[in-house]
């Protein structure tokens, strides 16, 4: 028969401890639970990686600043500290199996923490980004892998980036592969950097998927980037910080791409998509590339997803070997378009979209052309 530990026991070891009877024993529990330090935690994939952890039975600290959504996870023991001033004195003490960073964006601040936090976290975890590649640089005949060279940080980036406002659109990738470098060099073999591709679902502040269940729910000609064939790839936040966890509580080390889908999805059929998912009266409109950009729409941001010519693609063969799945694109979609509709500021100013005006604009140009 197992004897229980206290609680006040199983706090101060690193792994599963042995079983100890101490007199005046606490609550009796079982062998300590695992923690789990996220740098972060607390906007948009922070809450599913922090939800599947204490699903999963682990203690949860959270290191941030404490200014956004204080009110998500009031029970979780807050560590308070601005990466900005390089501020990790809260985090001078204490051990926790694993750290999940999802708030690194700046080498040196990465290079300040992993040095605090060595020899009392069993394994780190980075997230970075799919924008760490020089596609320019990597193979055309092939989607781009975990071994396709990446863009290095200038002397200027790396001199002028002192905070996380610093950065920039360039500077995004090249600094994000700069903290991945400080992360293996501080933790080696004990270290897992996961590169997401464009992240969406509820909660997104970016709008740039959300626009399009918005979009076409509210029906009527759309526009979209002609010719419709050309793929899109994502990743619904609640697969990512699932995954994430799972992928560091089963100790997975080494680099791993993690966006959608293991087969391709197009442009047309993402937005048919929403228009049965939504059950939308949309009819949609696909315009040439060239005509577009005549009429001065932008792509990426203002109308969302699109990247002329196509963008690459990335290869997912060992983010689905170790484990990660998606769930249907119909179930993101409509969850995004609820939450859209029910939670998101409609206060706050669409960061990603046509203008309708603008839309209504370009489509009679092209039926006028
Ligand atoms: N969105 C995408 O499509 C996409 C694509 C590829 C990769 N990624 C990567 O995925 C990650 C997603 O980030 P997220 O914002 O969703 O993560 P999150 O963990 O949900 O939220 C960011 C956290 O960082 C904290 N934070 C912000 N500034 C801080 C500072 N100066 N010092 C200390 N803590 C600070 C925030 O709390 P306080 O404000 O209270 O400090 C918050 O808890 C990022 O690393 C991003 O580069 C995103």
């Known amino acids: ?65 404490g200014r956004s959504a204080p009110e998500l996870f009031p029970d979780l023991e807050l560590r308070k500290g601005d990466r900005n001033e390089l501020d990790y004195a809260s985090l001078s003490e204490g051990t926790w199996d694993a750290v999940i960073d999802t708030s690194a964006y700046v080498p040196a601040h990465v290079e300040a923490v992993a040095r605090l936090l060595e020899g009392r ?46 950065v920039t659109g360039a500077s995004y990738g090249p600094l994000k592969a700069a903290c991945e470098d400080e992360v293996r060099a501080a933790f080696g073999d004990q270290s897992l950097v996961v590169r997401p591709g464009l992240i969406v679902g509820p909660e997104d502040s970016s709008d740039r998927f959300t626009y399009w269940p918005a979009r076409i729910a509210r029906g009527g000609e759309v526009l979209a980037p002609g010719p419709g064939t050309q793929g899109v790839q994502f990743i619904d936040v609640r697969d990512l910080g699932q995954w994430i966890f799972e992928a560091v509580a089963a100790g997975r080390t080494g680099t791993l791409n993690a966006v959608g889908f293991p087969t391709e999805l197009t442009f047309a059929e993402l937005l048919h998509g929403c228009k049965v998912v939504l059950g939308a009266e949309a009819t949609f409109t696909w315009v040439d590339e060239e005509f577009l950009q005549a009429q001065e729409v932008g792509p990426w941001m203002e109308l969302p997803l699109w990247i002329p010519g196509g963008g690459r693609t990335f290869a997912l063969d060992r983010a689905i070997a170790a484990g990660l799945t998606f769930r249907p694109v119909g179930d993101t979609i409509r969850d995004t ?25 370009v489509l009679a140009a092209w039926h006028a052309r």
């Open 1 to 65: 028969m197992e004897i229980p530990l206290t609680r006040r026991a199983a706090l101060g070891a690193l792994s599963s401890a042995p079983a100890l009877a101490l007199a005046g024993a606490e609550r009796p529990i079982g062998p300590r639970p695992k923690r789990l330090l996220v740098l972060g935690g607390t906007r948009f994939l922070g809450p599913p990686i922090v939800r599947a952890a204490l699903a999963a039975g682990w203690e949860v600290t959270l290191f941030n600043r």
């Open 121 to 166: 976290v069993g394994s780190y975890c980075l997230v970075s980004a799919l924008s760490v590649y020089d596609e320019a640089a990597a193979r055309e005949d092939a989607p781009i892998d975990e071994g396709a060279p990446v863009l290095e940080p200038t002397e200027a980036m790396l001199r002028d980036t002192k905070r996380i406002q610093d």
């Open 337 to 361: 378009q609820a939450w859209q509709l029910e939670s998101r500021d409609a206060e706050r100013p669409w960061r990603a979209g046509l203008d309708p005006e603008k839309e209504a604009r």
